[in-house]
């Protein structure tokens, strides 16, 4: 019984992981076909990497370093209000600011490619597959991620200490640089991490709102290569994507801990 | 104890008196202009007509609605996206509990890791996930060529672009949320009530059954309405491993909008997908409260 469940465990972990090691797999493999097993391996694809698709990286790259600033700089400030302001107004923000994380972003990417296409009608603003307009959707999508994981930075708060720097001479504006943002760093940390991805993984909403020069993403120019055939190529990026993050995940899981990521959510 | 902790600092007040209220309106100007201006132009235009350019035209009439729930074409994709999301929830459910349990119980050593490679899915790329699976589930992938070699199967069968393919993949993109989700709550139920039941006679797999597992029913239920909710309403997926032939709702709206230029259309099937997943999220959230989760 207790061997039988081992193995459940075990072949549950082997499904997990095998997306990912046959990525790895087939950047390595010599055919084009991508049929397995690959008779000999060879690190040939990781010099024939399309410049397409490095462009499309560093465009993912680029958008979500400015989704993560966008949304934690504002997101930030909507959080400490939910927790310190007042009236009916708080009420409000708490349901708008998170209420993007259960629309699907397919509806989101939609409404706003019809939304700057009106704007487009009327203005003469093109936001349309423009890497502004990439941002404005992967920002808001993005914003509750930074709300959620600063509210959940802020329940620990002990008001006292705020008391002890304001009794000491502090300006309520420096209490709050140097008190009380460095006590919430840990959850604005972890709501910009989840920002960050919320962007770079983004498909839904860079298929309306993106597609241009500057705002063709690596998921955009992926499934736009798959249309003719996957070639190795791509495995190979894609493979060196994969070292990337999860380097990133275990750097930041030393330096802040992983169990704080543990709530992030991301759509399909 | 932290309920306490919580419940105290709550009732003092903060005392940095700033105006919070209005350093939070920038954040509300980027959901106004990202967020909720654009769902109101997308319900508007739900009601209305469309050109034959791709404009809307007419007036206000709940006709497309009544198309999409009467017609027998737009009725299959509603009713095949159902069984896509119900399908994925099971499998879910069936993976995702005993993952859930042995995470949540588990003394080795090697549960910090086993923890990282469970979540680590969630944190990389949907489109690198899915097409991980093409060498595994093509008609000369791994599968098929095992399959083949031990002599299972005469020939290779089709699990990719078509519904199978969607749904394994689908459900390796979601098991890790529902097993986060039900170890969060598993870990909350004492094991004193399982050393109590096994003292008292039970057997492991009836102290589980009649003890752990009726305390779990809510989040499990919530972790299915999650998963249901984001199974049904997957773009990617459905697109890379449906190989352009798997037509669910979220790829049949992006076709109305992208290929036919029904925005009325388009937009109509989209407030029906947000009406259905924003309700079952808002279910999932009232039951992880009733859970105490």
């Known amino acids: 019984m207790r061997v039988l469940f081992r193995l459940l465990i075990a072949c549950i972990y082997i499904f997990l992981i095998a997306p990912f090691l046959f990525v790895a797999i087939s950047s390595v493999g010599d055919s084009a076909m991508l049929s397995f097993p690959p008779h000999s391996f060879t690190l040939h694809w990781y010099g024939q990497i399309s410049p397409k698709l490095v462009d499309a990286l560093k465009v993912s790259v680029l958008a979500a370093l400015a989704t993560m600033t ?15 302001g007042r009236g009916a107004f708080v009420s409000f923000l708490k349901v708008v600011s998170i209420a ?12 706003l490619y019809q939304t700057v296409l009106l704007l487009w009608d009327y203005s003469g603003v093109t936001l349309a597959a423009t890497f502004p307009g990439l941002v404005l959707g992967h920002s808001a999508i993005a914003l509750p991620f930074v709300v959620r994981g600063v509210l959940a930075g802020h329940t620990h708060l002990d008001p006292a200490l705020e008391e002890a720097a304001l009794s000491l ?39 309306f709102m993106g597609g241009g020069t500057d705002s063709t993403t690596f998921p955009l120019q992926v499934l736009a290569s798959l249309e003719f055939s996957l070639k190795p190529d791509i495995m190979a990026i894609s493979t060196l994507v994969v070292v990337a993050s999860v380097t990133l995940i275990i750097a930041l899981d030393y330096f802040f801990g992983l169990e ?7 759509a399909d | 104890m932290r309920r306490l902790h919580q419940r105290t600092t709550d009732a003092r007040r903060y005392p940095i008196d700033i105006r919070w209220n209005r350093l939070a309106l920038p954040g509300l100007a980027l959901l106004a202009a990202g967020f909720l201006a654009p769902l109101l132009l997308l319900a508007i235009y739900s009601i209305f007509r469309d050109g034959p350019y791709g404009q809307i035209v ?14 027998p074409f737009y009725l299959k994709v509603l009713g095949d996206t159902v069984l896509l999301g119900l399908l994925v929830t099971a499998a879910c459910a069936c993976l995702g509990y005993p993952l859930a349990y042995f995470l949540a119980r588990t003394s080795s050593r090697w ?21 991980g699976w093409i060498p595994i589930l093509g008609d000369h992938g791994a599968l098929n060529t095992l399959m083949l070699t031990i002599g299972v199967i005469g020939r290779p069968i089709a699990m990719m672009n078509n519904f ?21 709550v598993i870990r909350a139920i004492s094991t004193d009530l399982e050393y109590a039941a096994r003292n008292l006679g039970a057997s492991p797999w009836r102290s589980f059954w009649m003890v752990v597992f009726p305390l779990s029913k809510r989040g499990l239920g919530a972790g299915c309405a999650l998963v249901f909710s984001i199974a049904v309403s997957s773009y990617t997926t459905p697109t890379i491993l449906g190989g352009g032939r798997v037509l669910v709702m979220a790829t049949f709206i992006a076709q109305q909008i992208q290929s036919v230029m029904h925005y009325a259309f388009g937009s109509a099937l989209a407030i029906v ?10 279910i999932a959230s009232k039951r992880l409260e009733q859970s105490g989760v």
């Open chain 1, 260 to 266: 704080r990521f543990l709530h992030g959510q991301s």
């Open chain 2, 111 to 131: 549960r910090p890791v086993l923890l990282f490679l469970m979540i680590t899915p969630l944190m990389i790329s949907s489109v690198i996930r899915n097409i």
């Open chain 2, 273 to 282: 997908l947000f009406v259905a997943a924003v309700g079952l999220s808002a």
């Open chain 1, 169 to 207: 001479g502090a300006t309520p504006t420096a209490a709050l640089w140097r008190v009380t943002l460095p006590l919430i760093r840990p959850g604005l940390v972890s709501g910009a991490f989840l920002a960050f991805l919320a962007s770079f993984d983004d498909v839904p909403i860079a298929l």
């Open chain 1, 70 to 84: 966008i949304s934690s700089g504002l997101g930030l400030w909507v959080a400490l209000a939910i927790a310190r």
């Open chain 2, 58 to 71: 007419g007036d206000a009439t709940l006709a497309n609605y009544a198309a999409i729930l009467s017609d």
């Open chain 2, 164 to 184: 199978t393919g969607v749904v394994i993949a689908l459900v390796h993109a979601l098991l890790p949320y529902m097993t986060l989700l039900l170890m969060t």
């Open chain 1, 100 to 111: 993007p994380l259960s629309v699907p972003h397919l509806a989101i990417g939609i409404a």
